[in-house]
């Protein structure tokens, strides 16, 4: 399995399309599939069957998950890992790290996909809203799913190379943990933000 025996800098040196394939083989193909597929499909059967309620839950759950794991992760799973020993710290995130990769990826894209839709009038299933307000939601959402490829995802995926490589540096991880909790609250408070202006729109305000 790639996983055991491929070192961490090997594979950070692997083109795109290879960590994508070690990736989804450390999280179980299945799990990396499904991770994608199923809120993507909640998004396609919305449109497919016209239903702006359909969107909206499926905008709002997604959103919620995606929320939810900004803060858990810095706030929680990353001190946890830093109290363990370095062998039980590297095994959990050899095993969570590929997982969360591609959960997450399914589900933020899955809710800036449907906030775009539910706030595009000419799409003909959005609530209509048209203006600066709408126009600075929605490049805030997508702006955050940029972020979170650029920033958090690395961060995490940096975590999980050292984790691999034969003498992980622990200075390292700290180092990596410390900015993830950094940057997890810098998602929180924008997506914070976007929660108000989302309630504000939906009374009406």
């Not at 199923?38 to 929320?67: D, I, M, N």
């Not at 939810?68 to 050899?94: H, K, W």
């Not at 990769?101 to 449907?114: A, H, N």
């Amino acid at each position: 399995m790639a996983v055991a025996n491929e070192g961490g800098r090997r594979v950070a040196e692997l083109g795109f399309v290879e960590r994508v394939r070690h990736l989804a083989e450390a999280a179980n193909p299945a799990f990396a599939a499904g991770s994608l597929l199923v809120p993507l499909a909640f998004f396609a059967a919305s449109l497919a069957l016209a239903s702006t309620e359909l969107l909206f839950y499926t905008h709002v759950a997604a959103g919620a998950v995606w929320f939810g794991f900004a803060l858990i992760f810095p706030a929680i799973i990353g001190p946890t890992l830093g109290g363990l020993d370095e062998e039980a710290s590297a095994a959990v995130n050899a095993a969570l790290i590929p997982k969360a990769v591609f959960f997450l990826v399914g589900f933020s894209l899955t809710t800036v996909l449907s906030g775009t839709v539910l706030l595009t009038p000419g799409l003909g299933l959005g609530y209509g809203f048209a203006g600066a307000w709408s126009g600075l939601a929605l490049g805030l959402g997508w702006g955050l799913f940029a972020f979170g490829l650029a920033v958090p995802h690395r961060l995490q995926l940096s975590a999980y190379y050292e984790t691999l490589s034969p003498e992980p540096d622990a200075s390292r991880l700290e180092s990596i943990e410390r900015k993830n909790l950094v940057v997890g609250l810098f998602e929180a408070a924008v997506m914070l933000a976007l929660i108000v202006l989302m309630t504000g729109f939906r009374l009406g305000v």
